[in-house]
């Protein structure tokens, strides 16, 4: 392996303490939630982009996957 102490195994409520307690049974919710989690990841990227600018190479693989997540949303809006 890597070495190192792997952290604990997390737990999620994709629920939202219960505001979307649906979210696996209704389709709606289900992109909903799924679009919000989506933005998220993309505003992530985005918003460490200044803190990249001095290691090129961090910077290109990160605006890369930026790109790609931008594009998840994308297709969560047009199965909607």
Known sequence: ??????????????TAGGAFADVF?????????AQAFEDTGVRAYKG?????ISNNEV???????????ARHPRGLTASL
Request: zero cysteines; glycine letters at 8%; charged letters at 10%.
């Open 48 to 52: 460490q982009a200044s803190n990249l």
């Open 25 to 33: 049974t209704n389709p709606m919710t289900f992109m909903a939630v």
């Open 59 to 69: 910077l290109t693989t990160a605006l890369q996957i930026h790109s790609v997540e």
């Open 1 to 14: 392996g890597a070495g190192g102490t792997p952290v604990s195994k997390p737990t999620f409520d994709f």
